[in-house]
């Protein structure tokens, strides 16, 4: 095939299950939320209140698109474009299946990370530009938690790396599908990974940039219509792109236990999707249940936890597995045989 | 957290901060230095239509970053003239006033109403009266303690309490509603007696609820007040001391809190109070963690009174005989009670005629906001919110 062709229906598609979990996640924001809040969630429109997103986008499209007096209006129109473009990218690089990806390069774990930490950038210029003290004192919150966050993050993922021994994600899968999944040897990886994936959506109880308690709406307080929708696209599907990477690093991708990968087929996307959903369902279900951190409390936790355990623990872990691989390899290949898939 | 684990306290006002813990006041401005970094203080205006001021509040603030230098709060956006209009109405119509003032917790202000005209007009009150006085106002209580509790929640950034509390909200508001034929504005004390007796539906409403209360209160209390991340939010800020409190005229929760063990329903009791049996619940930090534990402590409290209320509610008439258009005699007559928010004194005086010459309402939280005004230098943003939040203003009742 063409290869201008492929790419052209790689973005589409892409674009297509973009679209498509921003609306199941809306949908499964208001049930979840509505669950743990004791309430029902929306259900006038249609069975359930399926159809209560068509409104709400009809509402977003017909809405006044306007600007604040004196806002940077260039950098205004431009932010939620910012904020949108990174995770749309990074969404090319998630494996949905064998060869199912859109850009499986050997750097995967490393762009992917990097074109989420654009996202900050995003916030940042739609705070600064909006002339809003609210919005201000939200894009400075974000830029103070983005350097709280991404360097646990980044080491979080470093024994995955070493296990697996490629930095290429569709690799990391089917190495836990020849051994097994990378959350049971690196539990604190994984669940330093969840928290900071939690920091990264900007979702409660990391909401600061957005705290509607203090800040009304944060860095999106001016922003309507469809640039709010962008904004809300964008941190839908960064959702679904941090529990997905949180899948396919630590949860065995589109594999499942005891399943040759190569007869996967058809079935690999709707076995990482399931898991996907899962993990945001917990994180909804975090959302939903604890109380705002302070920044100041964030970048504590950070900078005097977060960091030095990753740091401590990756160290302890790579020599730990250095010692592993040479002194137990029959109980390496006992594991493979307990756990492992065939492949 | 103790106070010495990197941060500065911000709930202190005296001029010696504990621990030897300075606050530089103008720490960004040391323009000597080139290698400063010289920045400028902002206001930022927060209300009256922020999301959290809890009715219409509007504070100016002065802000460091996010720390906030100086704070003004500006009053009476929600000013209907209470106490002029309460010139022109009789002493029964009295009660419709002032369940508008605080409109969260209307039973007290209006057992307020009721007491002063009943010393004026000299009207003996029937004990079934009494009892169901202290009955209501316990179930209004608590309502208020949760209307408040919840959004303290939602302040602190946790949703999920809010709604939880509003569950058993509901409970008692429907006692009120099946009492009253009202949810908010009540208009059931009156000089007197009260308007309804206690019917069975409500008695049964009250009893499946303190059945199950316990548990739910333990459940409330192990989703919001045991939670970590809660208490990094709430404890060692927004610290009131004794003398402070005492100074700046606390009353009820706040008092408490704070370490004054002072219950107008046990020291000064009025209606049917002296005849109950519970206990004045008192903390010492006067931080906003203690106002909240404070204040669950007496949603238990106030389950024990509704109790012994059940159990031994006397037989007899539920009000005095009065005329139609009751005419006292000249005077004065205060009438305090203790509401959910503190003391709430009503202080009529009478030219003889059937409407009061004048008619002062003092509202509990009117002080509570001059205090919350002097908590906010020093504090971070995100805390003054909580701490604001945890004097529980009703502006109903600070503007009247």
Known sequence: MNAWLQAVLWVLMILVVM????SLIIYMLRKVLGAAHLRIGPQELGPAGIF?????????LTKEDRHPNNSDRWLYILAPIIIFLPVLVAFGFLPFGYRMVAADINMGIMMMIAFIALVPLGV?????????????IGAIRSIAATITYE???LLSVIPVVIMAGSLNLSEIVLAQANSIWFVIPALPSAIIFLICAQMETNQAPFDMTEAEGELVAGFSTEYSAMRFGFIFLAEFAGNFVLAGLAVTLFLGGWTLPGVDPATMGILAPVVFVIKTYAVIFLFMMVRGNFSRFRIDRLAQMGWKRMIPFTLVWT?????????????????????TSVFGGGG | MGLTDGYINPGWLSPEPPFGITVPRNINRIADDPLQLCTDHYLLNVGPQHPSTHGALRVIMELDGERIMSGEAHIGQLHRGIEKLAEHRRYHQLATLVDRADYVSGITAETAVALATEQLADIEVPERAQWLRCLMAEVNRIASHY??????????????????MQRDREAFIDVLEEMTGQRLMFNYVRPGGVRGDLTPRAEQLLRDYLKTGVKRMQEHWDSLFESELFQVRTKDIGVLTREQALSYGATGFVLRA??????????R???????FDFDVMTRSNGDIFDRMVCRLDEVRQSLRIIEQCLDGMPEGPISAKLPKVLRVPEGDACGIVESARGEVGIHIYSDGSDKPLRMRYRPPTLYSLAMAESLLPGMLLADAIVGMGSFDFCFGEVDR
Do not use: C, E
């Open chain 1, 315 to 335: 160290i302890v872990f790579a020599i730990g597995y250095r010692a592993f691989q040479l002194w137990q390899p029959s109980l390496g290949s006992l594991l």
């Open chain 1, 151 to 153: 360097i646990p993050l």
């Open chain 2, 258 to 267: 704070s370490g004054v063990d002072w219950d107008l329903r046990r020291d």
């Open chain 2, 269 to 275: 009791p009025y209606d049917a109070y002296d005849q």
């Open chain 1, 19 to 22: 679209l498509a979990n921003g």
């Open chain 2, 147 to 164: 209307m408040w509790m919840g959004p303290m929640g939602l302040d602190s950034g946790a949703m999920g309490i809010f709604l939880y």
């Open chain 1, 124 to 136: 940042f210029a739609a705070g600064w530009a909006s002339h809003n003290k609210y919005s201000l």
């Open chain 1, 52 to 60: 209560q997103l068509i409104p709400d986008i009809i509402k977003l």
